[in-house]
Nanobody, 124 residues
């Protein structure tokens, strides 16, 4: 079955960095668009970044633009989210997700497979 497993979350001070990884199995990874979503306590899940199947198209939400970088390695079936200059408002559970459309979809409704999430906490 399809599995997406996130790792790399943790506690970091404001201004620090974290690198999230999402390892995929059970699907033809290079055919799937990927997304990183996040959900803060009491808030709706929101898209942070999305990438097409070959990495040629990337979208960043305004709150993370210029600070986060999404990448993927199709030889390792893994997608990454490098998060720099972290702020307390970045505190959330971060989820990776896969869409069979192959493009950088912006709506969570377009993503079929989801990981279990990894907690990122940024202290002030």
């Amino acid at each position: 079955q399809v599995q997406l497993v996130e790792s790399g979350g943790g506690l970091v001070q404001a201004g620090g960095s974290l690198r999230l990884s999402c390892a995929a199995s059970g699907l033809t990874f290079s055919s799937y668009g990927m997304g990183w979503f996040r959900q803060a306590p009491g808030k709706e899940r929101e898209l942070a970044a999305a990438m097409s199947r070959n990495g040629g198209s990337v979208y960043y939400a305004d709150p993370v633009k210029g600070r986060f970088t999404m990448s993927r390695d199709n030889t390792k079936n893994t997608v990454y989210l490098q998060m720099n200059s972290l702020k307390p408002e970045d505190t959330a559970v971060y989820y990776c997700a896969a869409t069979a459309s192959g493009v950088a979809r912006l709506s969570s409704d377009d993503y079929r497979y989801w990981g279990q999430g990894t907690q990122v906490t940024v202290s002030s």
